[in-house]
């Protein structure tokens, strides 16, 4: 090898290291940077991102029979304001056309679930829970001694005088997005693999407990030559099923019939603590599923979700329509030792 090839080589080297090691001890300006820079990196649909059409199917390897979690995605995009998605699960599908400022959306079924919303967001719109966020106004990294950067946030929820911390953790390892951790949603990129100039998870995995853990694997992913326009085809808009966040006051003002919770005994922790679980509720005010956050006892949290699926709620409005809501409801609980 030539001198000048060595050299070369050895500069590119020296870059690389450089660039390992600004993220990697978590300098102010590499950690300001490094949401915007891994989204940059492995997001499909950039403006100015190559056309690509997607299939990716749904399943929940932990348990190979829960038919309720498999479902199929698929997506032909062209740009931010043109693209053609169809969501199907045994119980709910969703055909959503954007082309230019207009807006199609057919849906079958009563619900379109979060823990399905959740795999799509993560797979077509991975930068929208970074957007805002700084890694430098948190010291607080929950993983140490691993090659992984992370930052943890904690908000506070609950209705005085109960308080109660719910959290937020980003962490990218490598430069690019490992896992993202916030109340409600909660997903894992794994087996990177490059496209048109990106490096894209092509395993996305949810985590909703021990045996519940559905997860999204691209089965195809081509760039998309001559689509037929036919099928960005709107001839008629429809506005959008629209799932919205409300507080805990708004969401306990809404209630219809909930009966005072009944806190079970415990062998053995916490008697006297905190529970805290978010709520997904339906466009009728029925709750649907529920998952734990911030808890002092296990079993409580297992308690209250199950009670909470009984409850019942007004429908909650925007623009004069139904639409599905979720919240985070927080106790204070005081129980007996058994």
Sequence with gaps: MEAGSVRSCQGLRLIVAIALLVILTGSTSGLRELPRLAVQKSQLTLPGSVPFHLTATVLNPKDPTDQAHTARIEELWV?????????????????????????HEEITGDYYPNWLRTLVNALFDPGAPLQGVDLTTSDDNPVRNTKQVCRRFATAVGIAPVSNDVFSTYCFLYGLLDHVTLPGYVVAYQDYAPFSGKQV????QEY??????????IIELNVLKAPDES?????????LLKTVFVTEQDARAHILDASPMVWPKIHEGQAVGLASIYVCIDREGRVLETHNLNNDHPDVADSAREQVMRWRFRPFMAEGVPVQAETILTWAYATELE
């Design 79 to 103: 740009s931010p304001q043109k693209w053609r998605r169809k969501v199907t699960t045994p119980d709910f599908s969703q055909l959503l056309i954007v082309s230019g400022g207009r807006v």
């Design 201 to 204: 998870s092509r395993r996305i």
């Design 208 to 217: 909703l407990g021990r045996t519940l853990q559905p997860e999204a694997r």
């Design 231 to 239: 099928l960005f085809a709107i001839t008629e808009a429809h506005p």
